[in-house]
T-cell receptor
Framework: DTAVSQTPKYLVTQMGNDKSIKCEQNLGHDTMYWYKQDSKKFLKIMFSYNNKELIINETVPNRFSPKSPDKAHLNLHINSLELGDSAVYFC?????????????FGAGTRLSVL | SQQGEEDPQALSIQEGENATMNCSYKTSINNLQWYRQNSGRGLVHLILIRSNEREKHSGRLRVTLDTSKKSSSLLITASRAADTASYFCVALNQAGTALIFGKGTTLSVSS
């Protein structure tokens, strides 16, 4: 019954590989997000989708490509992984895109690039 | 993006004491929320304060917002060991195009 679930929980891979992280929410929310949290715990938003439409696209390398097949899913694909991509990636969702909407977070995917 | 700043970055207190964390931001915001993150977990929503509110309470939490100073504070009263976590402030800018996060305050409450 997890509200926001992301898979895998852990991902260890070599530099240069391509990997995907999946996220699904069963809350019926319109808006979904991807965040990156680095080793210093600094949390930074990467992307936000509202009803499958990209609404926030922060300055991230174009090796990162979000894909939203429907409003319940927002997957993150990363090409040509680099050491600096090692971090914990969080998916979240909210009812809508307003500042009044509470975000519900997944448990995170810990990505380690070797 | 325009990051906010939380202050202090780390705070250690004894159980029963109050903990105050501050958050400052650089742009005009719509509303501001505080979230908590336990080690190795995702963020959990604590409290939301609207841009036209100055103070809000929820249980042992008290949040203030000063839009003229572009700052907010979170007060946890009578802290418990279970309050040990990182706390983040989050705000949506008025254009609705950017989420502003602080770097987080790590609170340690010892019994």
């Amino acid at each position: 019954d997890t509200a926001v679930s992301q898979t895998p929980k852990y991902l260890v891979t070599q530099m240069g590989n391509d990997k995907s992280i999946k996220c699904e929410q069963n809350l019926g929310h319109d808006t979904m997000y991807w965040y990156k949290q680095d080793s210093k715990k600094f949390l930074k938003i990467m992307f936000s989708y509202n009803n499958k439409e990209l609404i926030i696209n922060e300055t991230v390398p174009n090796r990162f490509s979000p894909k939203s097949p429907d409003k319940a899913h927002l997957n993150l694909h990363i090409n040509s992984l680099e050491l600096g991509d090692s971090a914990v990636y969080f998916c979240a969702s909210s009812q809508d895109r307003t500042g009044l909407a509470i975000q519900y977070f997944g448990a995170g995917t810990r990505l380690s690039v070797l | 993006s325009q990051q906010g700043e939380e202050d202090p970055q780390a705070l250690s207190i004894q159980e029963g004491e109050n903990a105050t964390m501050n958050c400052s931001y650089k742009t005009s915001i719509n509303n501001l929320q505080w979230y908590r993150q336990n080690s190795g977990r995702g963020l959990v929503h604590l409290i939301l304060i609207r841009s036209n509110e100055r103070e809000k309470h929820s249980g042992r939490l008290r949040v203030t917002l000063d839009t003229s100073k572009k700052s907010s504070s979170l007060l946890i009263t009578a802290s418990r060991a279970a309050d040990t976590a990182s706390y983040f402030c989050v705000a949506l800018n008025q254009a609705g195009t950017a989420l502003i996060f602080g770097k987080g305050t790590t609170l340690s409450v010892s019994s």
